[in-house]
């Protein structure tokens, strides 16, 4: 078969196709006016946490729709069609770390009363440059590695399903996501986002179906996928580029999870070890995922949202990585192409074309409107993760950085800022499309994981050592955190310098900057920045208990007066918030003396939520009485034995899994 003809692009225009993408945007849309209706959005606490009053379901759901964007569907398969099963082990390790979340961390914030984690660190430790750091890195992070690799993931899926242009296509997709985010708030995404995963489940689940029914089962896959070779290179270009056969034959190791520690391509030692730091960090500290957790009405609803989030987590590895690995045995030439010419046609990169395994089952297998459900599925995929950086962007910039601008910002300004920075990052993430276009080398699971080993282990061994170890002090915590970045930073510019290179065209970067492998790294990363840590803090004055109270596990059920580090900044915030109330209740006045010409506006402050007046702010006898009323973490001893008899129950199914596939 001639390669144009084998890879010519299935555009979804029939009836079937359309009115089922169709009737999955007016169900999102319709989802996301109910809940914006139903919640308060005009306070902080509603618009950023829901009003603290989400039950388990939306917190799981929204859990896993949060992480599972359309990177993981192009990144899981695509890794999956290149290497095999390995790359399930990132999935497979969650189950343990939300657990950790739920049970351990998540306690501590919500004794501790904080909306974000630059927050919990500006108590714990006093001072605005830890937590200015970790709002900055955060900030990068969400703009370079997650939007980044959301919208290519995205963009490969439109280029090989529907032949739209890519700029109309994502500038849709990323204005319908900012609507719903700008006007809804925590609470509408949470909603829309329990609906988008039932959308990826189920989509996913029936291209499961036709994947294995397509290859003849699942023996049948194990005994075909060592035979996936593209007939290309074999017939005639090996010669013209001396292609070793390493690069187009699949891995000998391709079915087991742990792999040998020198030469496998995830050695199982950073498997278990390197994968759970970088996972610590996404899962507990991240304000994506730990904000959903904060938006719970009670303890229990976060463990029981966790363990939701963990048993679906248990689904990528049939629903994404074996059918990357059956789209590469149904269409070896052109998901395991190795010839640059031969892949540049292709999908238009000349290091590989894996990261097309996915899109390529749903265009070539799926009949019509299957088809479109699982455009769908890709498009509920993508938009849930964009609308959770979005949200949780808003959050980090409005709370810790512009409240540090203006302290004096009250709950309007607040709100409105929050908003324009959604605008301002759909604005980035549309600027940033040529940059993700042109830096598509290598496997994109890969990436994402190698850019988070050289910068989140630091943030990870801080937050660790903040909520187990008492004696941590701001100092430590802060040369850890800038030792650890220096560290990661002299790994990953010459990685970035030099490029990663590919099985065809070998990196020239130095053995000795970049020999180690990223998971060894990240371990060996966590564990320096960790020793800096205590060795700072142990040189330094410890910090006293009564300003602990309710900060650290140990003292998390503590009821002592605590006296927070930042009480100083917090009174002057509220005393300039005050002056500014009073010299805002003329302005209101003349407002609704000009009644007529504010009416635009006050119609864009309704939809978005936002009212033209705001609750007084507190007087001090009224901070003073809510500072004594202590965050309940307590549990119903019943429920608490259900959610902990179900955490034991996925700890043996995740090992009984992990057995069997090592």
């Not at 900057?513 to 004055?541: D, E, K, M, N, Q």
Request: one cysteine or more.
């Amino acid at each position: 078969m001639d390669n144009s003809t084998a890879t010519t692009k299935v555009t979804i225009n029939n009836p079937a196709d359309i009115a089922v993408i169709v009737c999955y945007f007016l169900c999102v849309i319709a989802v996301g006016l109910w809940s914006m209706f139903r919640t308060n959005r005009g306070t902080v606490g509603g618009y950023f946490l829901a009003g603290r009053s989400m039950v388990w379901w939306p917190v799981g759901a929204s859990l896993f729709a949060s992480n599972i964007g359309s990177g993981h569907f192009v990144g899981l398969a695509g890794t999956g069609a290149a290497s095999g099963i390995a790359v399930g082990g990132f999935e497979w390790n969650a189950l343990f770390i939300v657990l950790l979340l739920g049970w351990l961390f998540v306690p501590v914030y919500l004794t501790a009363g904080v909306i974000t984690m630059p927050q919990y660190l500006k108590k714990r430790f006093g001072g605005g440059r830890i937590s200015l750091y970790l709002t900055v890195i955060s900030l990068f992070l969400y703009i370079f590695t997650k939007i980044s690799v959301d919208m290519f993931s995205g963009a490969v899926f439109i280029q090989q399903a529907l032949g739209w242009n890519i700029y109309v296509s994502v500038i849709a997709l990323l204005s319908i996501t900012a609507l719903y985010t700008v006007t809804g708030g925590l609470a509408a995404l949470m909603y829309t986002d329990t609906v988008q995963t039932f959308v990826i489940i189920g989509g996913a689940f029936v291209l499961m179906g036709f994947a294995f029914y397509e290859v003849g089962g699942y023996s049948a896959l194990l005994e075909k996928y060592s035979a996936a070779l593209p007939s290309l290179t074999l017939s005639r270009e090996p010669d013209l580029y001396n292609i070793s056969q390493a690069c187009f034959t699949p891995r000998s190791d391709a079915l087991h999870l742990l792999r040998d520690p020198f030469t496998g391509d995830l050695p199982w030692p950073g498997v278990l070890l390197g994968i759970a730091i970088v996972g610590s960090w996404y899962w507990c500290t991240d304000q994506v995922i730990v904000q959903r957790c904060l938006a719970a009405r009670s303890l229990t609803h976060v463990k029981a949202g966790c363990l939701l989030c963990g048993y679906l987590k248990l689904l990528p590895m049939f629903l994404m990585v074996f059918p990357g690995m059956i789209s590469r045995v149904l269409y070896p030439d052109e998901v395991a192409c190795v010839v640059p010419e031969e892949c540049k046609k292709i999908c238009d990169t000349e290091v590989g074309c894996s990261n097309i395994a996915y899109p390529k089952l749903v265009v070539s297998i799926m009949p019509n409107g299957l088809r479109g459900l699982m455009l769908a599925v890709m498009l509920a995929a993508l938009m849930s993760s964009l609308a959770s950086i979005f949200n949780s962007s808003s959050t980090l910039f409005t709370m810790d950085l512009w409240t540090r601008l203006r302290p004096q910002a009250r709950d309007r300004e607040l709100m409105i800022v929050g908003r324009v920075w959604v605008l301002c990052i759909v604005s980035i993430s549309i600027a940033w499309i040529p940059v993700v276009q042109a830096a598509q080398s290598g496997q994109l699971f890969d990436y994402i994981q190698s850019i988070t080993s050289y910068l989140a282990p630091p943030i990870a061994a801080v937050f660790f050592l903040a909520v187990f170890v008492k004696r941590v002090n701001e100092p430590g915590a802060f040369w850890g955190m800038v030792g650890g970045l220096c560290m990661g930073l002299s790994r990953m510019v010459p990685e970035f310098v030099f490029g990663t290179g590919s099985c065809l065209f070998p990196s020239n970067c130095p053995t000795l900057l970049c020999g180690v492998h990223y998971l060894y790294f990240a371990v060996l990363l966590f564990l320096c920045s960790a020793a800096l840590v205590l060795i700072v803090s142990y040189c330094t004055p410890p910090i006293p208990d009564r300003n602990l109270y309710r900060l650290v596990f140990s003292l998390r059920h503590s009821t002592e007066a605590r006296e927070d580090l930042d009480q100083e900044e917090e009174e002057r915030g509220r005393k300039a918030r005050r002056q500014a109330a009073e010299k805002g209740r003329d302005e209101e006045v003349d407002e609704k003396e000009e009644g007529g010409s504010r009416s635009l506006c006050g119609l864009i402050g309704w939809f978005c939520g936002i009212g033209s007046t705001q609750a007084p702010e507190p007087t001090e006898e009224e901070v003073a009485k809510a500072s004594k009323q202590l965050p309940d973490i307590h549990e119903d001893p019943i429920w608490q034995q259900v959610v902990n008899i179900n955490a034991i129950i996925m700890m043996v199914v995740a090992v009984f899994l992990w057995g069997y596939y090592a």
